[in-house]
């Protein structure tokens, strides 16, 4: 079974744009999270989508939006980038609902300069 | 909120060594614990997970974890370190709130020298 998919794997930005990132999870996989990883921060979460709909929302501006397509697929949007946003973004799907087990993909690692 | 505190932020160790890696967390309810592993280059992955039953757990790779609730702690640990562990690892507590969403520490980085 192919594992959790991320595109782009590299992304070099500039102040103000803005920025689409996507994840294809594991076939089968109804869940689909976001992460940004961050030396100074570690793992912080950013939203959880099952069945279309956002489940769950970490505490990050409204700049940071995702979506869901109906074959769980998502993607995730950060608008007006800023410095601080570059980081490794983390996509991670399980089977169900709830997130007790998670498969993570291999990131997308984002400058923004 | 939850918090989980890796009280190493990075070790060094020789092969063969023993390891044990520290992590706490804050809620006291029921949790479930989790201790992943990033090889460099590689994807986040599961080393072991604790959900309920015997509080020691066994992982792959010849690790595990010991669930003290009394003490609010997580720690993972492996007899003999092999060059291959070398890696970050982070602990993570699912959300007491209901959601699951789980909580990562900030990473222990480990460096095995051969």
């Known amino acids: 079974k192919a594992g959790v998919t991320q595109t782009p794997r590299y992304l070099i930005k500039t102040r103000g744009q803005q920025v689409t990132l996507s994840c294809s999870p594991i076939?089968?996989?109804?869940?689909v999270s976001w992460y940004q990883q961050t030396p100074g921060q570690g793992l912080q979460f950013l939203f959880e989508?099952?069945?279309?709909?956002?489940?769950n929302k970490g505490n990050f501006p409204g700049r940071f939006s995702g979506r869901q397509f109906s074959n769980s697929r998502s993607e995730m949007n950060v608008s007006t980038l800023e410095l601080g946003d570059s980081a490794l973004y983390l996509c991670?799907?399980?089977?169900?609902?709830?997130?007790?087990?998670?498969?993570f993909g291999p990131g997308t690692r984002l400058t923004v300069t | 909120a939850q918090s989980v505190s890796q009280h190493n932020h990075h070790v060094i160790l020789s092969e063969a060594a023993s390891l044990e890696l520290g992590c706490n967390y804050s809620?006291?309810?029921?949790?479930?614990l989790f201790w992943y592993v990033q090889y460099p280059g590689q994807h986040l992955q599961l080393l072991l997970k604790?959900?309920?039953?015997?509080?020691l757990v066994k992982g792959i790779k010849g690790f595990e974890a010991e669930f003290i609730k009394s003490k609010f702690s997580f720690n993972l640990r492996k007899p003999s370190v092999q060059w291959s562990d070398t890696a970050e690892y982070f602990c993570?507590?699912?959300?007491?709130?209901?959601?699951?969403?789980?909580?990562f520490g900030r990473g222990t980085s480990l460096i095995v020298h051969p």
């Open positions: 991670a799907s399980s089977p169900g609902r709830s997130s007790l087990e998670q498969y």
């Open positions: 076939s089968g996989h109804r869940s």
């Open positions: 989508y099952f069945s279309e709909t956002q489940r």
């Open positions: 809620y006291g309810g029921t949790v479930n």
């Open positions: 604790y959900f309920s039953g015997d509080p």
């Open positions: 993570a507590v699912t959300d007491p709130g209901g959601s699951y969403i789980p909580t």
